[in-house]
């Protein structure tokens, strides 16, 4: 059973930065896309960033502000988040796909406020 482990999340003030990492129990070479997705109350689960062979994708929203990045030694995705804003609140959870089976993990609170 792939466990995908998120870590990082908390409260920071707007225009702060928090790291996001995903630690997956088997190596990422298994999925041929990692990513992060993020979920604020009342609203659809959107995509953050993901990687998917060597192309990097990003929301609009987040451009310029956020990095995803890996580690494959550690099996770990991370999500460097920058000058966070107040609309980046919501629970981020990392996605792992082989192609044919999409992997979760229990997902990260990120609250922005003063």
């Known amino acids: 059973q792939v466990q995908l482990v998120e870590s990082g999340g908390g409260l920071v003030q707007p225009g702060g930065s928090l790291r996001l990492s995903c630690a997956a129990s088997r190596s990422i070479f298994s999925f041929n896309r990692m990513g992060w997705y993020r979920q604020a109350p009342g609203e659809e689960r959107e995509l953050v960033a993901a990687i998917t062979g060597g192309n990097i994708d990003y929301a609009d929203s987040v451009k310029g502000r956020f990095t995803i990045s890996r580690d494959i030694a550690k099996n770990t995705v991370y999500l460097q988040m920058n000058n966070l804003k107040p609309e980046d609140t919501a629970v981020y959870s990392c996605?792992?796909?082989?192609?044919?089976?999409?992997?979760w993990g229990q997902g990260t609170q990120v609250t922005v406020s003063s």
């Open positions: 996605m792992g796909s082989n192609g044919v089976s999409n992997y």
